[in-house]
């Protein structure tokens, strides 16, 4: 996604508005003052700088800050607490100082934060970019989990075309303007086009693209991961993994 993609992300939970149309969530003007907050509650988001949303010095406190706003019965905010950090294996760590925590754990704090507000979405604005691929594999876990086990919807906004390839729909914006929307397979099949704005195409994929190119024949094997390039180099090559 090019330049706005987090204005993009910020108008999916009002926190802009349209200065022209309208953006609707679950049937819900943005622009309806009335319901702005249930919007909130049911759209969460993740920032790239977890410190960008981490309030308060510990981590139960800070997890607890959002139902409090919601004025929940403290029984009940206790339970969404200890259940949002369980979520993100973060319990051991609620009496911790925030600021002790790493870079991963903090992003893992700031989903257990989003968590606790029981959202039906959660939008992951570029969440991975700053952590180390230790950290970045956690959080996408979390997001894999979250959608499959918890039915929560995940909207992830990334430059990282591996990460896009893990997910069951992709959608390419540039100049504001959707050109491409697809499952990931179909999608990476236009590598040009993706090239022409700015983007690529996985490693896997860019190595069966050009080998393609230089004559192999792949048949229709769609390749987006690191064990489906390695499963059609040995096939190619008649070797058993």
Known sequence: MADGKSTFAMHLNAILLP??????????????DELVLEIRKNVGMVFQNPDNQIITSIVKEDVSFGPKNLEMPDTDIDKVTDEALQMVDLIEYKERDTNKL????KQRLAISGVLAMKPKYIIFDEATSMLD????KQVLDIMKKLNSENGITIIHITHNMEEAALANRVIVINEGKVVLDDMPSKVFKN???LEQIGLDIPLPARLIY???KAGIDFGDEDVLTCEECV???????????
């Open 102 to 105: 790493s870079g991963g754990q």
């Open 133 to 136: 691929k230790s950290g970045a």
């Open 210 to 212: 050009e080998l393609r």
């Open 19 to 32: 200065v022209s149309g309208a953006v609707y969530i679950d049937g819900i003007d943005t622009k309806n």
């Open 191 to 193: 590598t040009e086009l």
């Open 231 to 241: 499963e059609v180099l040995c096939q190619q090559l008649n070797l058993k993994m």
